[in-house]
């Protein structure tokens, strides 16, 4: 006789995979799609999201969470496993089909104005589309519904249990201390990093890129690197969890943001298989997600530690005389080097939550209806002038840059810097237990930073929200204090 919680499973899985089915659509879209096929793909992806919404909201999808529930003799994480179920059920649940059809169409047609848009440097043309994605998106924050501001119900959505009035709290005051400690990097002499600059073979920055990746221990056999417009990762099961880069005029090229894309698949490679295609194996936020890609990017990749291991292999790789007088130091200080920029992918440590904070002050804007779409390309100036002093010089590289709005995604950006706080945190916390951790990344041995990533993050899955975790890893509740003191020791001495 099958159980309850056993049924249940099942159609679990089947929304999984129909979920899944959705991500593999969109990453063919976005690293092999022919252009053409934008109509057909809107189609299927608008059929999918429809069917696995069916599913999932379904009376009898309810009925068998209902019945699994009153199963006596649950285990533990059975009980957890029901209760992040029932969350994910009854928050579908608000949303009507027919909203979850628009919203898919809207996005798919959106992406497409964008790219395009962004290519011919028009944003009149990607206007009435961000409009309709701004729209879809208050629609949703009163469907989902929220208690203070209607931002919250979007960033529910990707940092759970984050409200609007939190982020200010935190937001806040880090832009200030940021804002400050630049100016004092900044009056100091900077390193000379204009070498890094240029075109560099990118078949050597492939091979050294996928050499580090796979000595770091991400998996090629369960997984994948190509080139697309926008680096991303994305995931079809904990055996398949593939990363996308582009190419940049920089002798690191494709490396660093490929290392980024990488500390997200590592998270996903190392979650419990035991809950394979339920939520709990998936991650309670998008902000612990991020923890994992900023650590390894910057606490890692941007170290001297890491370059005394690397330079000699990359300069091998490339064999180019460019390079043939430059010191792991070179390597370090063009990495890390701190400038205020337009580009948030390439920004610095230091800047780069200031790139968050812009984003989220106008999304939050946007949302609740003090600027209005037509207005975002002037706002964001102002506040790139404000934060960074820097003019844009266009709206490609300006309100445009980047991926999220043309996708109908609000709520996402405050994660990447939460990102930093929780990386800074435990990053500290893995140096209290291993005094000497750079020697160990100076011989190539980064499998301490792997294994306690594993144990004490990525096997938890969702098994508790993004703060528990972080705060039951570190010792340390949420603040911006392990940041800041990482990055003055960094940057000041």
């Known amino acids: 006789m099958t159980l309850p919680i056993d049924a249940f499973r099942t159609k679990l899985h089947e929304l999984h995979d129909l979920e899944m089915i959705q991500s593999l659509l969109h990453w063919d879209m976005e690293v092999m799609m022919p252009g053409k096929g934008v109509t057909a793909r809107g189609e299927q992806l608008t059929t999918l999201s429809a069917l696995a919404h069916q599913l999932h909201t379904s009376e009898e999808f309810g009925r068998l969470l209902s019945e699994a529930e009153q199963q006596s003799g649950l285990s533990k994480e059975e009980q957890l496993l029901l209760a992040e179920a029932r969350y994910d059920f009854d928050r579908s649940r608000k949303l009507p089909e027919s909203y979850v059809r628009e919203l898919s169409d809207a996005r798919t047609a959106s992406y497409h104005a964008w790219t395009k848009a962004k290519r011919e440097n028009d944003f009149s043309q990607f206007e009435p589309f961000l409009t309709r994605n701004v729209e879809l998106a208050r629609q949703g924050a009163e469907l989902l519904g929220y208690a203070d501001h209607p931002y919250d119900a979007l960033l529910e959505s990707y940092e759970r249990g984050m409200t609007t009035r939190q982020i200010d709290a935190l937001f806040t005051p880090l832009a200030a201390e940021l804002k400050q400690l630049l100016t004092e990097i900044l009056s100091r002499p900077l390193p000379d990093s204009s070498w890094i600059k240029g075109e560099w073979n990118t ?28 680096p991303f990762c994305t995931h079809f099961d904990i055996d398949d969890v593939r990363i996308t880069t582009r190419n940049e005029d920089t002798v690191f090229g494709l490396f660093l ?51 005394e291991r690397y330079t000699p292999i990359l300069k091998n790789l490339y064999n180019d005389a460019r390079l043939a007088d430059k010191r792991p130091e070179d390597f370090a200080a063009a990495a890390s080097f701190v400038a205020p920029s337009l580009i948030r992918v390439d920004a ?34 102002a506040k790139y002038q404000e934060y960074l002093g820097v003019a844009v010089p266009s709206d490609a590289q300006g309100c445009m840059q980047d991926i999220h709005w043309s996708e109908g995604i609000f709520g996402y950006f405050p994660t990447y810097t939460l990102g930093n706080l929780y990386a800074a945190q435990v990053m500290e916390k893995i140096r209290s237990e291993q005094p000497d951790l750079d020697s160990q990344i100076r011989h190539g041995n980064t499998r301490t930073i792997l294994e306690w990533l594993r144990k004490h993050i990525h096997k938890r899955g969702r098994k508790a929200q993004a703060p528990v975790i972080i705060a039951e890893a570190t010792n340390q509740e949420l603040s911006s204090e392990a940041f800041l003191r990482y990055v003055r020791g960094k940057y000041l001495g």
């Open 203 to 230: 078949e050597a920055q492939k091979q050294f890129t996928e050499r580090v990746l796979a000595e770091l221990g991400y998996d090629f056999e369960a997984g994948r690197l190509d080139f697309a417009p926008h």
């Open 257 to 307: 943001s490929s290392l980024h894309e990488m500390g997200h698949a590592l998270y996903e490679q190392g979650l419990d298989k035991t809950w394979r295609r339920t939520p709990l194996s998936q991650a309670p936020s998008l902000g612990i997600h991020e923890c994992n890609s900023r650590l390894w990017e910057n606490m890692v990749g941007r170290s001297l530690p890491f370059w």
């Open 348 to 381: 610095d440590e230091v800047t780069y939550n200031l790139h968050i904070v812009i984003r989220y002050e106008l999304e939050k804007a946007l949302i609740e209806g003090t600027l209005a779409v037509k207005e975002l390309p002037q706002a964001w100036n």
